[in-house]
């Protein structure tokens, strides 16, 4: 009884619905005046087209949330500024002597005519050159309780280095000096805390005309000591599995143009999920160990996870990871040392989830010129002069399918199959309502007579045994009177 009443007001209801409703075709539906075989007809064909609009619908926000954007190549190159590379160079000797001497004998309490004053020595030279590759040779150290206890690395590394123009960096591949990097504040062993960091604006880099031609910076280093440059976006960093660099020797000169391959974004999608444009802007970092975000950067701090995960501790390089008291010593390092090979491996084999940067920029090496001035005439020097070949072709993304083409997409289908508009929405959404009221309106009345009916009952009930019947025709006399 109860299952056919529901059936009933169903019936009701939708009935109610298909009168008032403008979308095409329920009206037929819920058309009384009209035979069942019609009204099944119009049910199949109503059916059907909110079958079709389904699967419009569906294939569109499939489209707009996986790939709603695209690629295109641009060629106006003459009225480009194109960002010039940021440069890193690292010493492959990376320690003052002077310094070094010093910090040993305040350290250490060694001086230079002691007989450990060459062991100390070694050790200051392989922590400033530190890099995953190289921390197993910490291991003839271990048993040393001078080093194994109150050794801050990154202070050691400070207080030895050489004396460079560019701004000091700590990277994984050790004391390095970087020039034109957005992130080197980053990279900075005075950076105490993520608080103290603030991203220097894009605008003050050094950038190149078209019209101006190759443009080039040259460097002229320590004539004695050997250096590695390495060359790369200003929106990046180097970090353990970067290119091969450039080794300039001792009376170099180094010539080495490079090609700019661009791929750009501008701002118009950052309304669109980093998982719907497949990259990130450098000031969303994909965790809460990043503040910014590079795929060198995320590499990295893989890298970092690790080291946490593995030995319970970060490589003094991790300057910007963490908190403070995490560093390493150095039991933790030979530790790292034993699975240095992870952190060698490519991101995917580890476990790194990197996706490409929005703004990306790829410096293309060209055949280099290397003249050695070996003539004695010619003053000792060693020259790395880089220069940048101005592009005449980047790349693009932008919206290909928004949320105005979504819109359209799905209003078009709506319209082409139900002939439903804004405003027949917003009328669906009002019937559905007005039924809905009316339903519990409806259980409240149904709920308020079936209480009334059980009190009636019980009073009846409570008349007949209390009373007897001569009581009863008083009562009512009564009863009458008061009304």
């Not at 087209?49 to 419009?56: D, K, N």
């Not at 970092?285 to 893989?302: A, Q, R």
């Not at 995960?309 to 034993?338: A, H, I, Q, R, T």
């Not at 339903?439 to 009073?459: A, D, W």
Request: overall charge positive; some cysteine; charged content about 25%.
């Amino acid at each position: 009884m109860l299952k056919k009443r529901i059936i009933n007001k169903s019936y009701q209801y939708l009935n109610n619905f298909s009168k008032n409703t403008s979308i095409h075709g329920m009206q037929y539906v819920g058309n009384t005046k009209i035979s069942k075989l019609e009204r099944l007809m119009w049910f199949i064909i109503a059916f059907a087209a909110f079958s079709f609009s389904y699967g419009f619908l569906k294939s569109n926000l499939e489209h707009y949330f996986a790939n709603p954007t695209v690629v295109t190549m641009e060629k106006d190159y003459r009225n480009w500024e194109n960002a010039f590379p940021a440069t890193t160079a690292c010493y492959v000797n990376r320690v003052d002597q002077k310094k070094a001497e010093m910090y040993i004998e305040k350290q250490f309490k060694v001086k230079p005519h002691d007989e450990k004053f060459n062991y100390y020595m070694n050790f200051v030279n392989l922590v400033s050159n530190l890099t995953y590759n190289t921390f197993h040779k910490l291991e003839y150290f271990k048993n040393d309780d001078n080093l194994t206890k109150n050794i801050d690395y990154l202070s050691l590394v400070q207080e030895t280095k050489v004396k460079f123009e560019w701004e000091f960096v700590i990277t994984e591949l050790g004391l390095c000096f970087t020039l034109n990097s957005m992130f080197s504040e980053l990279l900075s062993p005075k950076l105490k805390s993520f608080k103290d960091f603030t991203m220097r604006n894009v605008k003050n880099y050094l950038k190149c005309h078209f019209l101006n031609g190759v443009c080039y910076a040259r460097y002229d280093s320590d004539p004695s000591k050997p250096i590695m440059y390495y060359i790369h976006s200003h929106l990046d960093v180097i970090h353990a599995t970067s290119d091969t660099p450039i080794l300039v020797k001792k009376s170099e000169e180094y010539d080495v143009n490079y090609k700019l391959a661009e791929t750009y974004s501008m701002d118009d999608i950052r309304y669109l999920t980093p998982n719907q444009r497949n990259c990130n802007f450098y000031d969303e970092p994909t965790t809460t160990n990043m503040l910014i975000y590079s795929t060198s950067i995320c590499f990295m701090e893989c890298r970092y996870r690790i080291a946490k995960d593995k030995c319970g501790c970060k490589p003094f390089f991790y300057n910007f990871f963490g908190k403070k008291g995490e560093s390493c010593d150095l039991k933790g390092m030979l530790c790292l040392s034993k699975i240095s090979y992870l952190f060698n491996q490519s991101s995917k084999l580890i476990g790194c989830n990197c996706p490409q940067p929005c703004n990306l920029m790829v410096y293309l090496r060209q055949i280099p010129k290397k003249t050695i001035w070996n003539h004695q005439f010619f003053d000792e020097r060693i020259t790395f002069r880089w220069g940048l070949i101005p592009p005449t072709t980047k790349y693009h993304r932008k919206i290909l399918f928004g949320i105005q083409e979504l819109t359209v997409s799905l209003g078009g289908a709506l319209s082409l199959f139900l002939g439903i508009s804004f405003i027949s929405v917003i009328e669906t959404i009002y019937l559905i309502c007005e039924n809905l009221f009316y339903y519990i309106q409806n259980k409240r009345n149904v709920t308020q007579v079936m209480v009334l009916k059980r009190y009636k009952r019980k009073f009846q009930n409570y008349n007949e045994k209390f009373f007897n019947g001569s009581d009863r025709k008083v009562f009512s006399l009564l009863h009458q009177q008061r009304k």
